[in-house]
């Protein structure tokens, strides 16, 4: 079966960096997602991978490994707004979307 | 941008009636949507994929006589719970990808909160 494992909550202090990993099992692979989600809204965009390696974009940062079937999404300079759920989601090869429960980050001052 | 919108945000039913919810690519034509619950702290569930001008492909476990799924334009689609019951409350959002996007991202409306009475 097809699966994504991720950790189901963890917990940062402002200003600092958090690694949130993502495993994944999938029929084939068309890319990788992240998405953040605020409690009671919709999920936003973060980043896309498809190839190996480092994705950069501010202070967000999203690294693939397919040999692996593993990636991490990196969050530096941690802001209180920060305070999401983080879910990740791999395209098989028949690009649909498979997605993991996600992670809670939790922000202390 | 690429802006979905969805309509209402939220409702509150009587067990029994039929609740419509709207969802909208408001700048891209959008050929495919997706229609998404998600119960508290749970991931989201796909419930079914609809392509303008054909029929909802439903996942395993989605009844597609309670769940009517029409997507009659390149920018509507509209989700349709007959019948609702209280376990029907969810949170249910739909999404649209844009196909002259390389990688077919999907774009999330607000999400509409169904409570069944």
């Known amino acids: 079966g097809q699966n994504i494992d991720q950790p189901t909550e963890m917990t940062a202090t402002e200003g600092a960096i958090v690694q949130i990993n993502c495993t994944y099992q999938?029929?084939?692979?068309?890319?990788l997602f992240w998405y953040q989600q605020h409690a009671g809204e919709a999920p936003t965009f973060l980043s896309y991978?498809?190839l190996d390696g480092l994705e950069e974009k501010g202070r967000f940062s999203s690294f693939l490994s397919r040999s692996k079937g593993y990636s991490y999404l990196l969050l530096k300079e941690l802001q209180m707004k920060d305070s999401a759920s983080y879910l990740c989601?791999?395209?098989?090869?028949?690009?649909?979307?498979?997605w993991g429960a996600g992670t809670k980050l939790i922000i202390k001052p | 941008g690429a802006v979905v919108s969805q309509h209402p945000s939220w409702v509150i039913c009587k067990s029994g009636t039929s609740v419509k919810i709207e969802c909208r690519s408001l700048?891209?034509?959008?050929?495919?949507m997706f229609w998404y619950r998600q119960f508290p702290k749970q991931s989201l569930m796909l419930m079914a994929t609809?392509?303008?001008?054909?029929?909802?492909?439903?996942e395993q476990g989605v009844e597609k006589d309670k769940f009517l799924i029409n997507h009659a334009s390149l920018t509507l689609s509209t989700l349709t719970v007959t019948s609702a019951h209280p376990e029907d409350s969810s949170f249910y959002i739909c999404?649209?990808?844009?196909?002259?996007?390389?990688?077919?991202?999907?774009?999330f409306g607000p999400g509409t909160r169904l409570t069944v009475t």
């Open positions: 609809s392509n303008e001008g054909s029929k909802a492909t439903y």
């Open positions: 991978n498809v």
């Open positions: 999938t029929s084939g692979f068309n890319g």
């Open positions: 989601a791999v395209r098989d090869s028949n690009y649909q979307l498979i």
């Open positions: 700048d891209f034509q959008a050929t495919t």
């Open positions: 999404s649209a990808s844009r196909p002259d996007m390389s990688s077919y991202e999907q774009y």
